[in-house]
Nanobody
Framework: QVQLVESGGGSVQAGGSLRLSCAFF????????IAWFRQAPGSEREGVAA???????TYADSVKGRLTISQDNAKNTLYLQMNSLKPEDSGMYYC?????????????????????WGQGTQVTVSS
């Protein structure tokens, strides 16, 4: 069973930066997708960025150019570098792993395809 632990959340002013980390353990999938999701109070969980086991990444339109996803396979750690943060970026951020992988398409941002989830880390951006 895969376990994921997020860290790095906090409170920043608009325009600031944060770097989220997700340590994952027990992953035995040869090919997989791993992603960041966020959920604001009263809203559905939405995909922010995803990366697959060969390094192909995808981003939600709302974060392109501001957020960067990366992974360190040696450390089994996923990162999300967040720059130029906006108040609408606020929410609980989760990382999740999916066995879904395609060599012909980018990783998915659909929450229903992800099997294992962390507990989340809170990001608050004030105006």
């Amino acid at each position: 069973q895969v376990q994921l632990v997020e860290s790095g959340g906090g409170s920043v002013q608009a325009g600031g930066s944060l770097r989220l980390s997700c340590a994952f353990f027990g992953n035995t999938y040869i090919h997989y997708s791993i992603a960041w999701f966020r959920q604001a109070p009263g809203s559905e969980r939405e995909g922010v960025a995803a990366i697959d086991s060969v390094g192909t990444a995808t981003y939600a339109d709302s974060v392109k150019g501001r957020l960067t996803i990366s992974q360190d396979n040696a450390k089994n750690t996923l990162y999300l570098q967040m720059n130029s943060l906006k108040p609408e970026d606020s929410g609980m951020y989760y990382c999740a792993v999916s066995p879904w992988y395609s060599s012909s398409s980018r990783p998915s941002l659909l929450p229903r395809l992800y099997t294992y989830w962390g507990q989340g880390t809170q990001v608050t951006v004030s105006s």
